[in-house]
């Protein structure tokens, strides 16, 4: 996935009322943008964080720059813009990263279904066998040496493992995949310190089938692109 528009560079000073985020450069001085991230946004947008921002050229936007990335005190980089983790996951299923997720001539998105008036991520159909249920979701929370999901207690996230445990008992093919957007991260375990519920939902679902896969992106100012897997640990 590239970006639309270049990527500017500036410091981050702090993230406030969940989606507004002030930056500071040379150019700008301080200003604010916005920020497409309902998470805590642990370890990835403290003060003096290198920040990059795109800018829109539509004029009736309230803020015209959006935070896309951040660069820890390590030099790790993170996209913090959560929209872009089912574009990228898109991209890599159809160009074959996925390795387990490729067979399957058709692809959409955002399709309607499950009992809970959701929507999945990406569905995988084929002639040959039933489709595949895909939902991804954007991995940024690193503690130690430890990836982990969610950051902050999702009902949403919840009601989403929910739905593809209903369509594995109902004999269909369904696969969470993690799309892991930090540098930093090599693996990907539930975080059960966070969010008990979805730790537990989690295990119920590898019980009963579903399957659990997390990729690693590279990440740069120009692009994003699925790398390679890494693992997941479920105790």
Known sequence: MKFISELNQATLLKRYK???VDLHCKELGEFTVHCANTGKMTGCADPHFTA???TSDNQKRKYLHSLELTQNHQGELICVNTNHANQVAYEGIEQGIVHELTGYPRIQREVKYGQENSRI??????DDTSPCYV???SVTLLEGSQGY????QTLRGQKHIRELITIKQQGIRAVLLFVVMHEGINNVAPAAHIDAE???LLKQACDVGVEVLAYKTAISEHEI???HQVPVNIS
């Open 52 to 54: 990059y921002y795109s």
């Open 121 to 126: 991520d990406i569905m995988l159909e084929s």
């Open 135 to 137: 939902e991804v979701k």
């Open 198 to 200: 979805y730790a537990r």
């Open 225 to 227: 692109s699925l790398s």
């Open 18 to 20: 969940r989606f507004l």
């Open 149 to 152: 999901f969610p950051d902050a």
